[in-house]
């Protein structure tokens, strides 16, 4: 199978250029700066018009909740691999807090037999840690996953490593393995008296959303964050903060002397989007852990995507029915739907002049598969896989709505907003997965290696 993508701007490895790219099966075979005549695309058996597009890498999307196995009535590999299709996203690596946790060898088969026949794009598995599971880490195939998951403070799915010893014996083993650690850092006990301390003072076992944020405040973002830096310096590891969500953490990893890459960190979308004053107008649908903050810690997230301070952005897609995102701080759900509309809502931001494309490309494609390793993928090269989001800017803005949500939770947070960009088509492993607005349900991922 020989594919023409044609006459597109080609944004990869910080330049931008119009030409052509060659596809021979799932591989990249040439790309071409001259680009190809009209009379020589007969040769191929499909050609995709990119004219007045921008071609780039498929996105890697590090951090997402496809919910399979055991919470599947919010979503599954299925729905949601469809959804991550049509928003441009290529690869994904799942988290383990599901039922149950991905936390052995037999729960990890059991994801990627699982994957084997539900994905459409390319997966990944974060095996999750615990306080007595280093045994199991060590039996994993690590050239099968990106790296381990760790919950250093309170979150979804009761996963929570607090133990000083156990923190201790898995920076160890990570540091000596070259095993990314990625954690989610926020501080148990401060959350809990901050929980408690907000239930006493509005008299209500659910606090209203609107003190999700001085619940799950900096201080406990930024001394659970400190502990892993200090842990990872002891031990050499490599150590990659999710979803950071705060100004004084920004301003600690501007501190961090870790020699280059060792200690990095993830922003997400919604961090990104969104800040305080947007409770007011959507409630828990912005709620997640670690929470949505105030306006000048979301400056501070957007200025660190271009002064190097912030190495991915990744979604934290996690679908919940409207249903389980009802009430307050403490009983509704925390997590979002973002995969389908990561993308072009990064390009809108574009747009407003807050980074580059060329830096978004480095941040969505290029700087996960560095990071983690990825073999063959995040990067328009000959010879890799050929993964490819091709994306216009559209004449008209269009209305994100209902009717265009392919996550089986049927809502997003971004519901209402105006769009600019759409993704015109995914090519997956060399072939067209979604074209204009079409996935095609024949195509599945493939396992993602580390090099």
């Not at 990104?272 to 997230?301: H, M, Q």
């Not at 979604?315 to 993308?343: I, N, R, W, Y």
């Not at 088509?425 to 079409?438: E, F, I, R, S, W």
Request: aromatic share 6%.
């Amino acid at each position: 199978m020989r594919t023409l993508v044609h006459g597109g701007i080609i944004v990869n490895e910080g330049l931008r250029r119009q030409g052509d790219i060659i596809v021979e099966d799932d591989h990249i075979k040439e790309i071409s700066p001259e680009g190809i005549s009209a009379c020589s695309t007969d040769s191929f058996d499909v050609v995709l018009d990119a004219s007045g597009c921008y071609v780039l890498p498929g996105i890697i999307d590090s951090h997402v909740h496809f919910r399979d196995p055991g919470l599947t009535h919010k979503g599954d590999m299925h729905t949601e691999s469809l959804a991550a299709l049509a928003g441009g996203v290529t690869t994904v690596f799942d988290m383990p807090n599901t039922k149950p946790q991905t936390t052995s060898v037999e729960a990890l088969h059991e994801k990627q037999a699982i994957a084997e026949k539900k994905m459409h794009v390319n997966y990944a598995f974060f095996p999750g840690v615990t306080n007595d599971n280093l045994e199991e880490l060590q039996r994993m195939d690590k050239s099968t996953i990106p790296g381990f998951k760790l919950f250093m403070g309170s979150s979804t799915g009761n996963m929570l490593v607090d133990r000083e010893q156990a923190l201790e014996a898995i920076f160890k083993f990570a540091g000596e393995k070259g095993i990314p650690l990625m954690a989610h850092c926020e501080d148990t006990e401060t959350i809990n008296q901050h929980m408690a301390y907000y239930k006493q003072l509005t008299g209500t076992d659910d606090p209203d959303v609107r003190l999700h944020p001085l619940i799950r405040n900096e201080e406990a973002c930024l001394k659970s964050s400190e502990m892993g830096v200090r842990l990872a310096h002891k031990y050499n590891t490599r150590f990659h903060i999710a979803h950071i969500s705060t100004a004084c953490e920004l301003e600690m990893m501007k501190g961090v002397d870790d020699g280059g890459g060792l200690i990095t960190c993830e922003a997400t979308v919604a961090h990104l989007l969104f800040s305080v004053v947007d409770y007011d107008t959507l409630g828990t649908r912005i709620k997640c852990n670690p929470a949505v903050k105030g306006f000048l810690d979301r400056e501070a997230l957007r200025r660190g995507l271009t002064d190097g301070t912030i190495s991915t952005i990744g979604t934290d897609h996690a679908p919940h029915t409207l249903e389980e995102k009802t009430g307050g701080c403490a009983k509704a759900m925390s997590g979002m739907p973002m995969v389908q509309f990561s993308l072009v809502s990064m390009l809108s931001l574009v747009d407003e002049g807050v980074l580059s494309m060329e830096r978004l490309v480095q941040l969505m494609a290029h700087n996960p598969a560095t990071l983690f390793g990825v073999s063959q993928r995040g990067f328009l090269r000959q010879g890799y896989k050929a993964d490819i989001a091709i994306v216009r800017h559209c004449d008209e803005p269009w209305t994100l709505s209902k009717d265009c949500i392919m996550s089986r939770c049927g809502w997003s947070p971004l519901e209402g907003r105006q769009m600019q960009w759409s993704v015109k088509a995914t090519m997956l492993n060399g072939q067209v997965a979604y074209a204009d607005g079409k996935v095609d349900e024949n195509i599945h991922g493939e396992p993602v290696r580390f090099e």
